[in-house]
T-cell receptor, first 114, second 115 residues
């Protein structure tokens, strides 16, 4: 059974600092997704990583994928309060085709403090 | 493109009652997914459709749960004889069956509280 693990599960960061969230998964996949969820809200797609070595950046967030290590990272640069949210990584339940149900990690609850 | 919509947004019901939720996907998307999310957890897959065909049901989907997508457009999720353990956020997502990224776009969710 595919397992997706994130760490840390809780992260309190000071504004202006950098940090990395890690996502490990247990089976082969060339495709990984990052979502953001604000309290009481639905999931917003952040990144779709489609191949080994893929790197995508949006503002202060950068995501990368190492399929050999079955590891993705979400790096936060110079955190600001607006980044406070829960971040989920997810992997296709079956293989690399997309179009299958997703298996999510438990999420990393990020709090950025002044 | 108005995104994925779900109704109702909130539902409070008494244990033992039946409830039905509706999901309207993005219009050109042929895949539709249902997930359930409890507090502090990631979403968990329940079932999904390609057009009107239900392709897979999770073992989480007990006999009290049924989902339909009769014309390949909107979908309904019904829970019969609700239990307190059914309290959760029910999320619907849709995706294109083709195209390279194939990411799933999520609706706002229906929050169910069973008292």
């Amino acid at each position: 059974e595919l397992k997706v693990e994130q760490n840390p599960l809780f992260l309190s960061m000071q504004e202006g600092k950098n940090y990395t969230i890690y996502c490990n998964y247990s089976t082969t996949s060339d495709r990984l997704y990052w979502y953001r969820q604000d309290p009481g809200k639905s999931l917003e797609s952040l990144f779709v990583l489609l191949s080994n070595g893929a790197v995508k950046q949006e503002g202060r967030l950068m995501a990368s994928l190492d399929t050999k290590a079955r590891l993705s990272t979400l790096h936060i640069t110079a955190a600001v309060h607006d980044l406070s949210a829960t971040y989920f990584c997810a992997v296709d339940k079956r293989g690399n085709s997309g179009n299958t149900p997703l298996v999510f990690g438990k999420g990393t609850r990020l709090s950025v403090i002044a | 493109d108005t995104g994925v919509s779900q109704n109702p947004r909130h539902k409070i019901t008494k244990r033992g009652q039946n409830v039905t939720f509706r999901c309207d996907p993005i219009s050109e998307h042929n895949r539709l997914y249902w997930y359930r999310q409890t507090l502090g957890q990631g979403p968990e897959f329940l079932t999904y459709f390609q057009n009107e065909a239900q392709l897979e049901k999770s073992r989480l989907l007990s006999d009290r749960f049924s989902a339909e997508r009769p014309k390949g457009s909107f979908s309904t999720l019904e829970i019969q004889r609700t239990e307190q353990g059914d309290s959760a956020m029910y999320l619907c997502a849709s995706s294109l069956g083709t195209g390279f990224q194939r990411e799933q776009y999520f609706g706002p969710g229906t929050r169910l509280t069973v008292t």
